[in-house]
């Protein structure tokens, strides 16, 4: 998470943004319930989610009123929409997969590109000519994480925080790579979505089934 700091001008004082609409503060507090409950449709949401539809299924249950919606045909509903979500997270699986595999075919048959065996690709940035660290030991790395597009999920060098972690306990591409670079090398790293978060990918931020590009600056053996 990255933090931002806003200098303050002492000789202008900056006043809170004031609501027209909402001035009391039950109003205010109201507001922010119904703000949490927004973010929370708007993360799990799906394709044609009626606002007002949901404004009056809470209206009718704060208000204790019978159910305008039948609970059978509420479980149908809620039945079709669960296929629907499920049917489309499969298909962007599938071709996460397969765009990964595309683009890691492609990328081992650059020159300096080094595949192993278990299917890890990487490139050397600087060689380092330090110790290698081995699966036991813990060690301080800089890191910027990309996926194949380029597009940013992580970075410590982002953060200007290096990160310390053990060999044994980041992905099996990770863990393999280290191994193989001496301190003071830095190595850009492709790793196939199996030597990665697999399946399942890492909460909202990795999607499932995606091939990850890092590249890895090992500072130091702890």
């Excluded at 045909?73 to 079709?80: G, I, K, R, S």
């Excluded at 940013?152 to 982002?158: E, I, K, L, Q, R």
Aim: aromatic share 8%.
């Amino acid at each position: 998470m990255l933090h931002c700091a806003a200098e303050i001008n002492h000789k202008t004082e900056s006043k809170p943004i004031m609501s027209e609409k909402f001035t009391t503060v039950e109003q205010q507090a109201s507001y922010g319930v119904g703000r949490q409950l927004g973010e929370q449709l708007a993360a799990n949401s799906f394709e044609g989610l009626d606002i007002p539809a949901v404004q009056a299924g809470l209206a009718d249950a704060f208000a204790g009123q019978e159910s305008a919606v039948s609970m059978e045909d509420l479980h149908v509903a809620f039945t079709e929409i669960s296929t629907r979500l499920k049917k489309a997270q499969e298909e962007a699986a599938e071709a996460a997969a397969a765009e990964g595999t595309a683009f890691l075919a492609e990328n081992a048959k650059r020159d300096g590109v080094v595949v192993t065996e278990s299917g890890l690709q990487y490139e050397v940035i600087n060689a380092g000519s330090g110790e290698k660290p081995t699966y036991n030991s813990t060690v301080r790395t800089h890191y910027h994480g990309t996926f194949i597009d380029g597009s940013v999920f992580d970075s410590s060098v982002t953060r200007g925080q290096p990160a310390e972690f053990p060999v044994s306990g980041v992905i099996a591409g990770w863990t393999e790579a280290l191994q193989l670079m001496p301190v003071g090398a830095k190595y850009r790293l492709y790793v196939p979505h199996e030597l990665a978060y697999g399946e399942r990918g890492a909460g909202a931020a990795i999607p499932p089934y995606s091939a990850l590009v890092f590249e890895v600056e090992l500072l130091d053996i702890i």
